[in-house]
């Protein structure tokens, strides 16, 4: 459903800051992100394992435009080449 675990996984819904930029998006699972991450007012501290040696360009668009269009999110498309950019 997109809304995140409380506590270890945060929500996709409505993250138009975390997802707004195609590259930016696309970077997030490119290089992982390990740290605290603020979400709705609410601290997150966890890992996310980077995709980027594992995915290729399309697979990486394939996935970031699936969250970017579900659970109401309306952020529109990323293509290969705004993957390519963020590497």
């Known amino acids: 459903e997109g809304a995140g675990t409380p506590g270890a996984f945060p929500p996709l819904v409505g993250q ?9 998006h696309a970077g997030i699972v490119i290089k992982g992100l390990m740290g605290e991450l603020v ?6 501290n966890g890992v996310m394992t980077p995709q980027g040696d594992m995915l290729n360009d399309l697979q990486i668009a ?12 309306d952020f529109g498309y990323c ?6 950019a963020a590497r």
């Open 79 to 84: 293509k290969p080449s705004d993957v390519a």
């Open 62 to 73: 394939a996935v970031i435009s699936y969250e970017r269009h579900s659970w109401g999110n």
């Open 16 to 24: 138009k800051d975390h997802m707004g930029d195609c590259a930016k």
């Open 39 to 44: 979400v709705d007012g609410v601290t997150y």
